[in-house]
């Protein structure tokens, strides 16, 4: 028999790759970036490096595989990637619906990214969610001090709600944002929708390809 879950009180989405489509375009600007300062990779390399990263960190692992960047580099790649967002992203397939029926049935939802508030204002904004969600139900790293794959976005985000963590469910594309879901002793469904989950499932999320799976998994 498989296991059932109880519905979630609170269910918390990280932002770039699940509520938008946005990781491609900002990593197409990246890898741009990147090629004028002597390191040369694919798309699919980057996504593989950097998803679900923080830009520091991308700076950091950068400079290990050879990168020449300077001091002032990350203003330089936060300028380059916002300009590409804005030139537009879409919402991930399914994503309206899913939260049409969250919202009748009355689950608390929010944002938890890596990402700053001004990037998630350009891709949110886009497509309405922005107002949706601004300011009570979206917790950046940069704003709080703390990021993924560290469980404080997410304890923030329950206790902001006023819901215990167990009952608490994420959304994740990443490996990094699956395990602070583990840390933070939350449930994860990790969203893969190109079919490959294995970091996902290594840190302990169950993965799911489409949007319209979730309700199912979720008891609706």
């Not at 950091?60 to 790649?77: N, P, R, S």
Request: with cysteine; charged share 20%; glycine share 10%.
């Amino acid at each position: 028999m498989p296991t059932t879950f109880p519905t979630p009180e609170l269910i918390i989405f990280d932002c770039d790759g699940v509520l938008v489509d946005s990781e491609r375009v900002s990593n197409l600007a990246l890898v741009d970036n990147l090629a004028r300062h002597g390191l040369e990779l694919t798309l699919e390399r980057s996504m593989e490096l950097f998803v679900g990263g923080t830009m520091t960190g991308v700076m950091q692992k950068a400079v290990t595989l050879g990168a020449d960047l300077h001091d002032g580099w990350v203003d330089e790649i936060y300028a380059e990637s916002y300009a590409a967002l804005e030139a537009g992203v879409d919402l991930m397939p399914g994503v309206a619906d899913l939260l049409v029926l969250l919202d009748a049935e009355q689950i608390p939802t929010c944002v938890a990214s890596n990402g700053s508030e001004g990037k998630m204002r350009i891709t949110l904004g886009q497509n309405g969610l922005w107002e949706r969600f601004h300011p009570s139900a979206m917790f950046s790293a940069h704003s709080l001090g703390v990021s993924k794959p560290e469980p404080g976005l997410f304890l923030a985000a329950a206790s902001h709600f006023g819901i215990q963590a167990r009952d608490c469910l994420v959304i994740e594309d990443s490996a990094t944002g699956a395990t602070a879901a583990a840390r933070a002793g939350m449930r994860c469904l990790g969203f893969a929708p190109e079919g490959d989950g294995q970091k996902l499932v290594a840190e302990g999320a169950e993965v799911f390809a489409q949007m319209p799976q979730v309700p199912a998994l979720i008891g609706l």
